[in-house]
């Protein structure tokens, strides 16, 4: 049996952002879903926002598959985007990527795989773990700590891997 990673946009960038992506393939293989909404954001925010195309390349590379939401999973993607706006969230696509990653999970890949959602949202990663859909909800930090431990990087990496998304202002979870 082998584990299916979701991830999220911010995710998905900081890693792109130093390097990780190749890293993280190899330890999670061809297992790597993102959602039309994700793979949207994470154009927009290195393309249009950021100036990255690169990064966008890189991340493009990354994915294995683009996971389509059936009907009710667009309905259900709603519902808990309405869970994770807060007050002053008026963007209609706001939390949209993180709602529609937990909805596939929950309506396509429930009790297949251990599936693994990846964010750095926390909003999103308490939402996530109240699924018994999802195996695990855990952010950036937690990849690094799996990279280690497979052996991929070392402790020191590790480390420096933090302290450049610190310095490029990314906030992980």
Not at 111 to 138: C, M, Y
Request: proline share 3%; with cysteine; charged share 30%.
């Amino acid at each position: 049996m082998s584990t299916l990673l979701f991830h999220d946009t911010c995710t998905l960038f900081n890693l792109a952002l130093v390097g990780l992506l190749p890293k993280v393939k190899k330890l999670f293989k061809q297992n790597l879903y993102v959602t039309p909404t994700v793979k949207d954001e994470i154009k927009h925010l290195c393309c249009k926002k950021k100036k990255r195309d690169d990064l966008y390349l890189e991340v493009k590379k990354f994915w294995t598959k683009v996971q389509w939401p059936s009907s009710a999973e667009l309905l259900q993607a709603q519902a808990y985007k309405n869970v994770l706006d807060t007050p002053g969230h008026c963007d209609h696509k706001e939390n949209l990527g993180e709602a529609e990653t937990i909805a596939i999970i929950v309506g396509s890949f429930a009790h297949n795989e251990p599936n693994l959602f990846i964010s750095d949202d926390g909003r999103a990663l308490a939402l996530a773990r109240k699924q018994p859909e999802v195996t695990a909800a855990f952010g950036t930090k937690k990849i690094l700590e799996l990279l280690e431990k497979a052996g991929i990087i070392s402790q020191q990496e590790n480390s420096d891997y933090r302290r450049q998304l610190w310095e490029k202002g990314e906030f992980i979870r």
